[in-house]
C-alpha cells in the first residue's frame, strides 16, 4: 500500500469551529489532493497541490483552503465549518511526472461530523 | 464541463452471476479511465485504460475501453460475496495539471 496517513481519523466539531485535517505520505509523490465523499455525489475534488506551495481550486472549494510548505505534508482547512461540511475526507497521491499517468492512491479518510 | 455517467446506479445479485458496469464520460482532452473498488473504506486502484479495444483483466475481473463510443465496462464473472463494494469510475485528462473526474459510483451488492 501506498504510505499515506491522515489526521484526525475521526472528529466531531461544533458549528464556528476551525478544523484542520492533514494528510502525509511517504511516498515522495508531488500530486496530493483532497476529496469529499457524500452519499449521491460520489467523490469530488475540493484542493489539490502540484508541488510545495503550489495549489489550486476542484470543484467543491468553497469554505475550505489548503497549504503545502513540504512535500509530504498537505493540510485542509475549515476556517468555519458549518453542517454542510459533515462529510468523509480522502487524501490521496499521485505522481504524474514523465509518463505516468495519473494512478491516484487513497489514504483511509477521515470522517468528520459538524454539529 | 467534464461529466462522467455511471450505471446502474445500485444492483444486487447472486453469487455465481455476471455483472456488467458501464461507465460513459463527456471529457475535454481524455488521457486514461481507471476503475476503482471501495468497500467501506479507501478506494483500491483496479484497472487503468487508455486504448479503445485493449481489455485488462485480473483474476474475475476485466475491462474494456471504447473510446470512440466514450464509455467503458467492468465485468465481474462468477461473483462472489466479497465483490459487494461500490465501483468507481474516474476519468483523467491531459492538461498542465493532471485531475480525475469521478462518477457517482455503483452500488453492488452480491447475495449468498
Known amino acids: 500500500d501506498a504510505g499515506i496517513t491522515q489526521s484526525p481519523r475521526h472528529k466531531v466539531t461544533e458549528t464556528g469551529t476551525p478544523v484542520t485535517l492533514r494528510c502525509h505520505q511517504t511516498?515522495?509523490?508531488?500530486?496530493m489532493y483532497w476529496y469529499r465523499q457524500d452519499p449521491g455525489h460520489g467523490l469530488r475534488l475540493i484542493h489539490y497541490?502540484?508541488?510545495?506551495?503550489?495549489?489550486d481550486k476542484g470543484e467543491v472549494s468553497d469554505g475550505y483552503s489548503v497549504s503545502r510548505s513540504k512535500t509530504e505534508d498537505f493540510l485542509l482547512t475549515l476556517e468555519s465549518a458549518t453542517s454542510s461540511q459533515t462529510s468523509v475526507y480522502f487524501c490521496?497521491?499521485?505522481?504524474?511526472?514523465?509518463?505516468?499517468?495519473?494512478?491516484?492512491?487513497f489514504g483511509p479518510g477521515t470522517r468528520l461530523t459538524v454539529l | 464541463e467534464d461529466k462522467v455517467v455511471q450505471s446502474p446506479l445500485s444492483l444486487v445479485v447472486h453469487e455465481g452471476d455476471t455483472v456488467t458496469l458501464n461507465c460513459s464520460y463527456e471529457?475535454?482532452?481524455?488521457?486514461?479511465l481507471l476503475w476503482y473498488k471501495q468497500e467501506k473504506k479507501a478506494p483500491t486502484f483496479l484497472f487503468m485504460l487508455?486504448?479503445?479495444?485493449i481489455e485488462k483483466k485480473s483474476g474475475r475481473l476485466s475491462s474494456i475501453l471504447d473510446k470512440k463510443e466514450l464509455f467503458s465496462i467492468l465485468n465481474i464473472t462468477a461473483t462472489q460475496t466479497g465483490d459487494s463494494a461500490v465501483y468507481l469510475c474516474?476519468?483523467?485528462?491531459?492538461?498542465?495539471?493532471?485531475?480525475?473526474?469521478f462518477g457517482k459510483g455503483i452500488t453492488l451488492s452480491v447475495r449468498p
Open positions: 490521496a497521491i499521485s505522481d504524474t511526472s514523465g509518463s505516468s499517468y495519473n494512478e491516484q492512491f
Open positions: 511516498e515522495n509523490h508531488r500530486y
Open positions: 471529457v475535454t482532452n481524455f488521457r486514461s
Open positions: 497541490s502540484y508541488g510545495v506551495k503550489d495549489t
Open positions: 487508455t486504448s479503445s479495444g
Open positions: 474516474a476519468v483523467d485528462t491531459a492538461g498542465a495539471n493532471s485531475k480525475l473526474t
